[in-house]
């Protein structure tokens, strides 16, 4: 071999379909990586490649990112381990959801955040206490909302912190919500970050609460089927549509009780995309009926939403929400991060929403994950049965 002929790339995925919605890319092309580096995305590459991986017939994805995850593995019981749950899933960035508070902050940032490969931020939980155990709101004491502190962890930490999370339903928030809500409106403002807001179960109807909102904030779990949801019948109410007009985010969150095929159907009829689509992993769920992102994904194109579009929203859009496209996390770019998630659809499974409904459909499985441009051992789905 002469040195002219040596080869330019480490390693070329040859043969995909490239969905890069950051860059409007639905196209055949090959990926090349040198390094932890996309040297190229072309035709023809792999003649250059000191290995090439033929991944005709896949779709080639920027390695995804997770807008809202539950992964304060240790502390939290709701946590589920990071690595395996996501990273080793295709997902190479996630945003904890407001699981850890101020007080067990520097615990999330020591065990979650500096333990795992995958770039972590987190939405801070307004309540000091975080998400330690579903069975006892976080908010019932009034007091655990502390906003000097809660501003003082997000000063300290802007390389983790992205936004806050406040749980709205009744049984987190008691009878305090409106004040609650405001203080947590209040503290979001002064930092300069988004608020979260989980809904389902809240005191009052969606439009009553979205009106505390502002443009930038987040609705966690869009397709919920508990009361107090985004839909009036089959269509979604004036509000939340003023609401999406003015800014305000609208977050799928699927999680162990947050997503119904039914109201995600009719949300999608009518136009309804959400602007994140995360999964809302956790302990309680990364066995069934969530699984992992991908799946989460699967159920909504199985539901009619366009695959370019839901993958937009669990890469380049929550990307950009949570100030990682800076980072340059959510996008396939020659000279970017080597973050690559190559998928198959499977066959038809039975899939499961959080309303105890089932749809039959193929679901998206990976089938490479490179990492920093390093292969990434992917573990099983964990809807399939062991023996
Ligand atoms: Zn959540």
New binding site residues.
């Given amino acids: 071999m002469s040195i002219s002929s040596a080869p330019s790339y480490d390693l070329v995925l040859a043969g995909g379909t490239v969905i890069d919605p950051a860059s409007d890319t639905n196209a055949r092309l090959d990926v090349a990586v040198t390094g932890d580096r996309i040297a190229a995305i072309g035709k023809g590459l792999a003649t250059n490649a000191a290995r090439t991986i033929d991944v005709t017939g896949s779709t080639v994805l920027p390695g995804l990112v997770e807008g ?3 992964i304060f593995q240790y502390v939290s019981a709701v946590g589920a381990p990071a690595e395996e749950a996501h990273l080793r899933r295709g997902v190479v960035a996630a945003a904890d ?3 850890a508070g101020a007080s067990t902050f520097a615990a999330f940032r020591k065990l979650v955040v500096e333990a795992n490969p995958l770039r972590i931020v987190n939405f801070l939980n307004v309540s000091v206490l975080g ?1 330690i155990d579903f069975r006892f709101g976080e908010l019932l004491n009034p007091d655990t909302l502390v906003p000097e502190d809660a501003l003082a962890t997000a000063e300290a930490h802007p390389d983790i912190v992205r936004g806050f ?1 406040i ?1 709205l339903s009744e049984d987190v928030v008691g009878e305090n919500w409106e004040s609650l809500l405001k203080k947590s409106v209040a503290l979001a403002e002064q930092a300069g970050l988004p608020l979260m807001l ?1 809904i389902g179960e809240t005191s009052e109807p969606l439009p009553v609460v979205l009106d505390y909102l502002r443009p930038g904030d987040i609705v ?2 869009c397709y919920t089927g508990k009361p107090y949801g985004i839909l009036d019948g089959d269509k979604v109410q004036p509000a939340v549509n003023a609401a999406r007009e003015r800014g305000v985010l609208f977050d799928s ?1 699927h ?1 162990k009780s ?1 997503l119904s095929f039914e109201v995600a159907r009719r949300a999608i009829a009518d136009g309804f995309l959400p602007d994140v689509l995360s999964s ?1 992993t ?1 302990a309680r769920n990364w066995r069934g009926p969530v699984f992992d992102l991908l799946t989460s994904i699967s159920k909504l194109v199985a539901l009619g939403a366009p695959l370019e579009e839901c993958v937009r929203r669990a890469t380049v859009a929550p990307a950009q929400l949570l100030g990682l496209d800076a980072e340059g996390y959510g996008r396939l770019e020659v000279g970017g991060r080597a973050d690559v998630t190559v998928v198959d659809w499977t066959d038809e499974v039975t899939l499961p929403d959080a309303a105890g409904n089932t749809i039959v459909a193929p679901r998206l499985e990976p089938t490479v994950v490179l990492h920093g441009g390093a292969e990434v051992d992917i573990v099983p789905w964990r809807g399939l049965k062991t023996a």
């Fill in positions: 809202h995850t539950h959801a407001g699981t998400l999370k749980r989980h966690a779990h969150a999680g947050n809302d956790s």
